[in-house]
């Protein structure tokens, strides 16, 4: 009989998975453990609506009546600090000690640290939580130049607000070209003409070398020796997943908590979702994904799991973002072997979107402003339907035609 469930994590995962399990009839006691004082909120918001000033704060992800309706025990501001894998048993940092049947184990991902001469200077930010963006907010300032140290999904939705804020902004991006792993060279490099157009300043193969300034920030050197001015930086060079607690308590891990397609780890007692999870693809292999979606789905699988409802479930990564005014939504794995199939042209400013096709099967899809057919190329990526590519490309054809068996 399962009487007592921890989650340690407050965020997506953690919430999703309370509310699945008292869903799904189970009574007993859920204890939810979270490092930040507030009530679980939404974070996808803090790169685009607050710090857009659309909002003040993020929605909540339940709001406070909720929690106590369905009985669920809040540690918030209270991390845990100790798994004990045998004697099932979390301990937090107040010195309470909870016991648990099951354990779910949702603590996200850390920032990478920059790590570089001056990079503890203030005025360097990164943007993990409300507390981190209300700093980075508070730099937001028209005429004021800010350099992002990275050129991924959350770097450049910074740009795109910081542009419209007023702000003199430069990518700093390693690579040859932005977002090549998310949404594929082409898609990536129509992103940064769009960033570029809204007056963003793009530096690729550029890597820091040092931060200059007394106390507060001033300028950025580049390996080159180029000196670019800056008042602020966002250092935003990806995370690791935060496995040091179960790695300590001897649960298998590497680079993320090691879990099967039901989200349970080495240990029969102990589950893991979200970003910390290095979950099994559909398409092979297995991997954190920190997006949203796949987040929910496996939090949920997770859940269902601790109950004794084993409902396998293979993940596809999908996610999506908002850029230069433009919405992008993506699912599968745009790099990899195979053909790239478009439907509309990007330069026209209609919905567009391109499959990464291969043997005919839909694999994986980017959509540009084009929400509707996104819902239909979602279903063809996860059926890996095959589809003739003059169709797939022929603006006349309706998609959903392309779902019809075909014999």
């Given at each position: 009989m399962?009487?007592?469930?921890?989650?340690?994590g407050?965020?997506?995962?953690?919430v999703t998975a309370?509310?699945?399990?008292?869903?799904?009839?189970y009574?007993g006691?859920?204890?939810?453990i979270?490092s930040?004082?507030?009530?679980?909120?939404?974070?996808?918001?803090?790169?685009k609506?607050?710090?857009?000033?659309?909002?003040?704060?993020?929605?909540k992800?339940?709001?406070?009546a909720?929690?106590e309706?369905?009985k669920?025990?809040?540690h918030?501001?209270?991390?845990?600090?100790?798994?004990?894998?045998?004697?099932?048993?979390?301990t937090l940092?107040?010195?309470?000690?909870?016991?648990?049947?099951?354990?779910?184990?949702a603590?996200?991902?850390?920032?990478?640290?920059?790590?570089v001469?001056?990079?503890?200077?203030?005025?360097?930010?990164?943007?993990?939580?409300?507390?981190?963006c209300?700093?980075l907010?508070?730099?937001?300032?028209?005429?004021?130049?800010?350099?992002?140290?990275g050129?991924g999904?959350?770097?450049c939705?910074?740009?795109?607000?910081?542009?419209?804020?007023?702000l003199?902004?430069?990518?700093v991006?390693?690579?040859?070209?932005?977002?090549?792993?998310?949404?594929?060279?082409?898609?990536?490099a129509?992103?940064?003409?769009?960033?570029?157009?809204?007056?963003?300043?793009?530096?690729l193969r550029?890597?820091?070398?040092s931060i200059f300034g007394e106390?507060?920030v001033?300028?950025?050197?580049?390996?080159d020796?180029?000196e670019?001015?800056?008042d602020?930086?966002l250092?935003?060079?990806g995370?690791i997943?935060?496995?040091?607690?179960?790695?300590?308590a001897?649960?298998?891990?590497e680079?993320?908590?090691?879990?099967?397609?039901?989200?349970?780890t080495?240990?029969d007692?102990?589950?893991?979702?979200?970003?910390?999870?290095?979950?099994?693809?559909k398409?092979?292999?297995?991997?954190?994904?920190?997006?949203?979606?796949?987040?929910?789905?496996?939090a949920?699988?997770?859940?269902?799991?601790?109950?004794?409802?084993f409902?396998p479930?293979l993940?596809?990564?999908?996610?999506?973002?908002?850029?230069?005014?433009q919405?992008?939504?993506?699912i599968?794995?745009?790099?990899?072997?195979?053909e790239?199939?478009?439907r509309?042209?990007l330069t026209?400013?209609?919905?567009a979107?391109?499959?990464?096709?291969?043997?005919?099967?839909c694999?994986?899809?980017?959509?540009?402003?084009?929400?509707?057919?996104?819902?239909?190329?979602?279903?063809?990526?996860?059926s890996?339907?095959?589809?003739?590519?003059v169709l797939l490309?022929?603006t006349n054809?309706s998609l959903?035609?392309?779902?019809?068996?075909r014999?």
């Amino acid at each position: 009989m399962i009487k007592n469930i921890v989650i340690v994590g407050s965020g997506l995962a953690g919430v999703t998975a309370a509310r699945k399990l008292r869903g799904r009839g189970y009574n007993g006691s859920i204890h939810l453990i979270g490092s930040e004082k507030e009530l679980p909120y939404d974070r996808p918001t803090l790169s685009k609506d607050v710090l857009g000033r659309r909002i003040e704060v993020p929605p909540k992800l339940m709001d406070d009546a909720w929690y106590e309706k369905e009985k669920i025990d809040l540690h918030l501001g209270d991390k845990a600090v100790a798994i004990d894998a045998r004697q099932r048993s979390v301990t937090l940092e107040s010195g309470l000690t909870l016991d648990f049947d099951r354990l779910l184990f949702a603590t996200g991902i850390q920032p990478r640290t920059l790590s570089v001469t001056g990079g503890g200077l203030d005025g360097v930010h990164r943007l993990r939580d409300l507390r981190d963006c209300k700093s980075l907010l508070s730099a937001f300032e028209a005429g004021r130049n800010l350099v992002i140290i990275g050129g991924g999904l959350i770097g450049c939705e910074v740009a795109t607000v910081a542009r419209k804020a007023g702000l003199e902004v430069t990518i700093v991006e390693c690579a040859d070209e932005l977002l090549t792993r998310v949404l594929g060279r082409q898609v990536g490099a129509w992103c940064r003409e769009q960033l570029q157009a809204l007056g963003v300043r793009v530096e690729l193969r550029a890597q820091v070398e040092s931060i200059f300034g007394e106390r507060c920030v001033r300028s950025v050197m580049l390996f080159d020796g180029r000196e670019l001015v800056a008042d602020t930086i966002l250092a935003s060079i990806g995370g690791i997943p935060d496995d040091n607690l179960l790695s300590a308590a001897g649960i298998y891990c590497e680079t993320g908590v090691l879990v099967d397609a039901c989200g349970k780890t080495s240990c029969d007692e102990i589950y893991a979702a979200g970003d910390v999870a290095a979950w099994p693809l559909k398409q092979g292999g297995r991997r954190s994904l920190e997006t949203y979606i796949n987040t929910q789905q496996q939090a949920e699988t997770a859940s269902l799991a601790m109950l004794g409802d084993f409902q396998p479930q293979l993940q596809i990564p999908t996610s999506w973002t908002e850029i230069a005014g433009q919405r992008i939504q993506i699912i599968g794995d745009m790099n990899g072997p195979g053909e790239y199939v478009w439907r509309g042209e990007l330069t026209s400013g209609e919905p567009a979107f391109v499959v990464r096709l291969l043997y005919g099967k839909c694999l994986a899809a980017v959509a540009i402003n084009a929400s509707r057919d996104f819902s239909v190329l979602s279903r063809l990526v996860i059926s890996e339907i095959k589809v003739s590519t003059v169709l797939l490309s022929d603006t006349n054809v309706s998609l959903r035609e392309l779902l019809k068996p075909r014999h």
